[in-house]
T-cell receptor, first 116, second 114 residues
């Protein structure tokens, strides 16, 4: 079974600073994907970034980067130059196993508040 | 043009009633899902369908019955609603089964059972 752990309490960051949101995972699958989604107060789920288990480079998408440490089973999200609009709930998720039964398993989420 | 659309967005109903939520995707994806987000914001998969075929049924009470008339539509019917069914229900779709399958979510349908 897959498990995603997000244990940080609500996070606060000053506008324009960087922030790291932690995520650890557990799976026995060799092939899996790691995702981060953002959920603002309006409720929609917004895809941010993806990392494949065989990708050697850390994924980056604009101000978002994923710090992937496979041996530690961690997939932390780094947001650089925080903006007020980054205030939201952030979910780490893992897709596994490969094939027909693949599904996304989500962590419980972390609330990020950006201070002006 | 919305990629994954759900209706209704809000639903308030009494215990014991039956209700349906509809979902349509115009992305040409083969796989569709229903996820439930509870009051603590925890997201859990309920069902997945691939090309109209049920693939995942994640120990959901059989009061919940998904139906996929074609691969672009996945509806959720709930019988005999209970208080604990109050949640936000998200429909999603993806192109790939495998590990690279990013999910595209609908806006969610907030169900309140009184």
């Amino acid at each position: 079974a897959q498990k995603i752990t997000q244990t940080q309490p609500g996070m606060f960051v000053q506008e324009k600073e960087a922030v790291t949101l932690d995520c650890t995972y557990d799976t026995s699958d060799q092939s899996y994907g790691l995702f981060w989604y953002k959920q603002p107060s309006s409720g929609e789920m917004i895809f941010l970034i993806y990392q494949g288990s065989y990708d050697e480079q850390n994924a980056t998408e604009g101000r978002y980067s994923l710090n992937f440490q496979k041996a530690r089973k961690s997939a932390n999200l780094v947001i650089s130059a925080s903006q007020l609009g980054d205030s939201a709930m952030y979910f780490c998720a893992m897709s596994a196993p490969s094939g027909a039964n693949s599904k996304l398993t989500f962590g419980k989420g972390i609330t990020l508040s950006v201070r002006p | 043009d919305t990629a994954v659309s759900q209706t209704p967005k809000y639903l308030v109903t009494q215990m014991g009633n039956d209700k349906s939520i509809k979902c349509e995707q115009n992305l040409g994806h083969d796989t569709m899902y229903w996820y439930k987000q509870d009051s603590k914001k925890f997201l859990k998969i309920m069902f997945s369908y691939n090309n109209k075929e049920l693939i995942i049924n994640e120990t959901v009470p059989n009061r919940f019955s998904p139906k996929s008339p074609d691969k672009a539509h996945l509806n959720l019917h709930i019988n005999s609603l209970e208080l604990g069914d109050s949640a936000v229900y998200f429909c999603a779709s993806s192109q790939d089964f495998g590990s690279t399958g990013e999910l595209f979510f609908g806006e969610g349908s907030r169900l309140t059972v009184l």
